[in-house]
């Protein structure tokens, strides 16, 4: 079957409003030649008259006047389609957004967000999930519309990306832990015992490859899959986490927290989303307001590090 010629249904429209042919010619800027050349096409497409002559005047068929009302609210409809979208109206917009985010991103962002988006848009809701993984499919699928990470190999290339904060990672143990006290050495450091981190199924990481670089490696007693639970055992144990600091700051209250005594280069925090949702106005609104409140210092402040 050969594909319709959807400009047909302007003319169309133009025909069965008028009702004649001089009219739709006036309505289209066509010369009566032309109109009676494009009400020929479009009888042949519709396989009906449309306009047939009774006495001095044209009237239009039962199949036209069957048409008229579909036809217009379809020129209609097309006309919305392809104009520029109405300006976002943010009060009156009515819409929940899934963040798909690791431990700590909500307890440390999430209230300055939260009030942002009521003060602007009180019918927008918020929906925070956990981020088990860097799989893009919840992205993909539209079970997530943000989604903040750290870009990697593992990153699909063809998600937008936009940067928010800049991270490293810190020691932590609870107050009162031996490593509050005196120098804080790589040694000293690795011969404490840890809690891990396995986030999708790696064991080790950034850390355990710089102490490896100096012939020194943690011993990890215990393995969990988020930052709250390797807090929650340091907290209540003598055991080590290593978590990110800012991405964690309310999470480490009343603990003691360090600087590594090894050196790794910062990491980015960025927001990714799926490029068919680039354009979206009140993503980008959404996507602005939450980069504004990363940039913004976190309070508490979190700690400064020797």
């Known amino acids: 079957m050969s594909t319709p010629d959807l400009n047909q249904l302007i003319t169309l429209d133009a025909v069965l409003a008028e009702g004649s042919v001089a009219g739709a010619a006036r309505?289209?800027?066509?010369?009566?030649?032309?109109?009676?050349?494009?009400?020929?096409?479009?009888?042949?497409?519709?396989?009906?008259?449309?306009?047939?002559?009774?006495?001095?005047?044209?009237?239009?068929?039962?199949?036209?006047?069957?048409?008229?009302?579909?036809?217009?609210?379809?020129?209609?409809?097309?006309?919305?389609?392809?104009?520029?979208?109405?300006?976002?109206?943010?009060r009156q917009l009515v819409r929940t957004f899934t963040l798909r985010t690791r431990d700590g991103f909500a307890e440390n962002f999430g209230p300055a967000l939260i009030e942002r988006v009521?003060?602007?848009?009180?019918?927008?809701?918020?929906?925070?999930v956990q981020k088990p993984d860097k799989?893009?499919?919840?992205?993909?699928?539209?079970?997530?519309?943000?989604?903040?990470?750290v870009i990697d190999n593992t990153t699909e290339a063809h998600m937008r990306t936009r940067a928010l904060f800049s991270d490293r990672f810190i020691g932590v143990v609870r107050a009162g832990h031996p490593l509050c006290q005196?120098?804080?050495?790589?040694?000293?450091?690795?011969?404490?015992?840890?809690?891990?981190?396995?986030?999708?199924?790696?064991?080790?990481?950034?850390?355990?490859?710089?102490?490896?670089?100096?012939g020194l490696a943690r011993d990890v007693v215990a393995t969990v899959g988020g930052f709250?639970?390797?807090?929650?055992?340091?907290?209540?144990?003598d055991l080590v986490a290593t978590v990110p600091a800012r991405h964690t700051g309310m999470l480490?209250?009343?603990?003691?927290?360090?600087?590594?005594?090894?050196?790794l280069p910062d990491m980015t925090?960025?927001?990714?989303?799926?490029?068919?949702?680039?354009?979206?106005?009140?993503?980008?609104?959404?996507?602005?307001?939450?980069?504004?409140?990363?940039?913004?210092p976190l309070t508490p402040a979190p700690p400064t590090f020797p």
């Open 118 to 128: 009521g003060e602007q848009a009180p019918g927008v809701h918020l929906r925070f």
């Open 252 to 263: 480490r209250d009343g603990m003691h927290s360090f600087a590594l005594p090894v050196d």
């Open 27 to 90: 309505r289209l800027r066509l010369s009566p030649s032309a109109m009676s050349r494009a009400l020929a096409r479009l009888r042949e497409s519709t396989g009906d008259p449309l306009l047939v002559r009774v006495g001095r005047a044209m009237v239009l068929t039962p199949r036209a006047l069957a048409l008229r009302v579909q036809v217009s609210e379809l020129v209609q409809e097309a006309k919305v389609v392809l104009r520029p979208e109405a300006r976002l109206d943010l």
């Open 182 to 214: 005196g120098k804080l050495s790589a040694a000293r450091y690795a011969q404490g015992r840890h809690v891990g981190l396995s986030m999708g199924g790696q064991y080790k990481g950034a850390v355990d490859a710089a102490l490896a670089a100096l």
């Open 269 to 296: 925090v960025s927001l990714l989303w799926h490029p068919r949702l680039d354009a979206d106005q009140a993503h980008r609104w959404l996507r602005a307001l939450l980069a504004d409140c990363c940039a913004a």
């Open 135 to 149: 799989d893009g499919a919840a992205l993909r699928d539209g079970a997530a519309d943000l989604e903040t990470g």
């Open 228 to 237: 709250s639970s390797a807090l929650a055992l340091a907290r209540g144990s």
